[in-house]
C-alpha cells in the first residue's frame, strides 16, 4: 500500500503579549509548556494552542499560572480545532465514542523553587478541567544534588484523573491514577535513569502533551492497570572532543498489563543529534529509530530524521 505524502504549512504563532505588575498576558496563537498541555514534540511540528495565558512572578521562587484555550493545532493540522474535538478524538482512541459540548480547557498551575542550598528542589502543581468531561490534578518534585563531579537526581510525580458531569453517570467513565519516578545520575557527559510508572483502572487522558512518566517514539505510559519499568542512557561529547555536537542516547521499556501477558510490549529507542551550530548557527539534525516487539501482534521499527534551523527575524 502507497501512502500520499502531503506538506503541511500554517502559522504556529500569531498573539498580543503584555507585561504589567509582574504578569504576563499573551492572548492568541501560541506554544505551551505545561505538564499536560505542551508542544508534544514527538513529530517535526510541535502542538499550538489559541487562547489565553497568564503568568505571574511576584513571589520570589513561585510562578504562578492560568490558563483559557479553546483551540488547537496537532502536528499536520492546517487549521485549528476545538479542544473539544481533541477528547472526543482521545477517547474514541479508547472507545468512548461521545458528542460533547463545546467547552473550553481551563489550568491552573504553580512551580515553586525551594530556596534551599543543600539540595535542589523544584515543584509543580497543576489542575486542569473541562466541563462535564474531566479533572485532572499533576504533581512533580524535581530533586537534585551535587556529589563532587556526578549529579544524582529524583523525578516522583503523581497525576490523578476524574471523569466528571454527564460522562461519570455513564459507564464510560476513565477515573484512574499514574504514579511514577526517574531515578538517575549524571557523569562526565553521561545520563543516565531507571523509570518505574503504575496506571490505575482506567487510561489517561492525553491529547494534548503530557508528562508521563515513560514516553517513547512509539509508546507512552497509559493504559489501564498497565506497569512499565523503564532504563534510559545518554552520551554527549564535550566542547573539546573531535565529536563536539554529538549526542545520543539508548532508551528501553517494558509494558505489561496486569494479568494479561498478551498485552506485553517492549520498545527500544535510539536517538542521535548533531548541533552544527558550529558551522551554521541555529541548525541540528536528528535521526531516531525505535524497535517494537508485540506480545501477539506484528513486531514493528519506525524511523525518523530531522532537520532543524531556528532563526530570528
Same mark, same amino acid.
Given at each position: 500500500?502507497?501512502?500520499?505524502?502531503?506538506?503541511?504549512?500554517?502559522?504556529?504563532?500569531?498573539?498580543?503579549?503584555?507585561?504589567?505588575?509582574?504578569?504576563?498576558?499573551?492572548?492568541?496563537?501560541?506554544?505551551?509548556?505545561?505538564?499536560?498541555?505542551?508542544?508534544?514534540?514527538?513529530?517535526?511540528?510541535?502542538?499550538?494552542?489559541?487562547?489565553?495565558?497568564?503568568?505571574?512572578?511576584?513571589?520570589?521562587?513561585?510562578?504562578?499560572?492560568?490558563?483559557?484555550?479553546?483551540?488547537?493545532?496537532?502536528?499536520?493540522?492546517?487549521?485549528?480545532?476545538?479542544?473539544?474535538?481533541?477528547?472526543?478524538?482521545?477517547?474514541?482512541?479508547?472507545?468512548?465514542?461521545?458528542?460533547?459540548?463545546?467547552?473550553?480547557?481551563?489550568?491552573?498551575?504553580?512551580?515553586?523553587?525551594?530556596?534551599?542550598?543543600?539540595?535542589?528542589?523544584?515543584?509543580?502543581?497543576?489542575?486542569?478541567?473541562?466541563?462535564?468531561?474531566?479533572?485532572?490534578?499533576?504533581?512533580?518534585?524535581?530533586?537534585?544534588?551535587?556529589?563532587?563531579?556526578?549529579?544524582?537526581?529524583?523525578?516522583?510525580?503523581?497525576?490523578?484523573?476524574?471523569?466528571?458531569?454527564?460522562?461519570?453517570?455513564?459507564?464510560?467513565?476513565?477515573?484512574?491514577?499514574?504514579?511514577?519516578?526517574?531515578?538517575?545520575?549524571?557523569?562526565?557527559?553521561?545520563?543516565?535513569?531507571?523509570?518505574?510508572?503504575?496506571?490505575?483502572?482506567?487510561?489517561?487522558?492525553?491529547?494534548? #502533551? =503530557?508528562?508521563?512518566?515513560? @514516553?517513547?517514539?512509539?509508546?507512552? $505510559?497509559?493504559?489501564? &492497570?498497565?506497569?512499565? !519499568?523503564?532504563?534510559?542512557?545518554?552520551?554527549?561529547?564535550?566542547?573539546?572532543?573531535?565529536?563536539?555536537?554529538?549526542?545520543?542516547?539508548?532508551?528501553?521499556?517494558?509494558?505489561?498489563?496486569? #494479568? =494479561?501477558?498478551?498485552?506485553? @510490549?517492549?520498545?527500544?529507542?535510539? $536517538?542521535?543529534?548533531? &548541533?552544527?551550530?558550529? !558551522?551554521?548557527?541555529?541548525?541540528?539534525?536528528?535521526?531516531?529509530?525505535?524497535?517494537?516487539?508485540?506480545?501477539?501482534?506484528?513486531?514493528?521499527?519506525?524511523?525518523?530524521?530531522?532537520?532543524?534551523?531556528?532563526?530570528?527575524?
Amino acid at each position: 500500500m502507497v501512502t500520499e505524502r502531503q506538506s503541511v504549512n500554517r502559522l504556529q504563532e500569531y498573539f498580543i503579549n503584555g507585561d504589567w505588575f509582574d504578569t504576563n498576558i499573551r492572548v492568541g496563537a501560541q506554544e505551551l509548556r505545561t505538564p499536560m498541555m505542551n508542544p508534544f514534540p514527538l513529530r517535526a511540528i510541535p502542538f499550538t494552542y489559541r487562547g489565553v495565558s497568564v503568568e505571574n512572578t511576584s513571589f520570589d521562587n513561585l510562578k504562578l499560572s492560568a490558563l483559557y484555550i479553546t483551540d488547537y493545532m496537532g502536528w499536520t493540522n492546517e487549521e485549528f480545532l476545538s479542544v473539544t474535538e481533541g477528547v472526543e478524538s482521545e477517547l474514541a482512541r479508547n472507545g468512548i465514542v461521545v458528542e460533547l459540548d463545546d467547552n473550553p480547557m481551563l489550568a491552573i498551575g504553580a512551580n515553586y523553587t525551594l530556596p534551599i542550598d543543600v539540595i535542589k528542589s523544584k515543584a509543580s502543581l497543576w489542575f486542569y478541567t473541562m466541563e462535564d468531561v474531566y479533572n485532572q490534578y499533576h504533581f512533580k518534585l524535581d530533586l537534585s544534588k551535587q556529589f563532587g563531579v556526578t549529579e544524582w537526581y529524583f523525578k516522583p510525580s503523581y497525576l490523578k484523573q476524574d471523569s466528571i458531569g454527564n460522562l461519570n453517570a455513564t459507564d464510560a467513565n476513565f477515573n484512574t491514577y499514574q504514579a511514577g519516578f526517574h531515578l538517575g545520575t549524571k557523569w562526565n557527559g553521561f545520563d543516565a535513569t531507571v523509570k518505574y510508572v503504575k496506571t490505575g483502572d482506567g487510561f489517561v487522558v492525553a491529547p494534548f #502533551g =503530557d508528562e508521563k512518566v515513560i @514516553i517513547q517514539q512509539v509508546h507512552q $505510559s497509559a493504559r489501564a &492497570d498497565e506497569e512499565a !519499568y523503564g532504563a534510559q542512557i545518554g552520551y554527549r561529547f564535550n566542547e573539546d572532543s573531535a565529536l563536539s555536537g554529538i549526542s545520543a542516547y539508548i532508551n528501553y521499556a517494558s509494558y505489561q498489563i496486569e #494479568g =494479561d501477558s498478551s498485552q506485553d @510490549i517492549d520498545e527500544t529507542d535510539l $536517538s542521535v543529534t548533531y &548541533d552544527l551550530a558550529e !558551522y551554521v548557527d541555529g541548525l541540528s539534525v536528528r535521526a531516531r529509530h525505535a524497535i517494537v516487539n508485540y506480545a501477539e501482534a506484528d513486531d514493528l521499527t519506525d524511523t525518523r530524521f530531522y532537520v532543524y534551523y531556528k532563526f530570528k527575524l
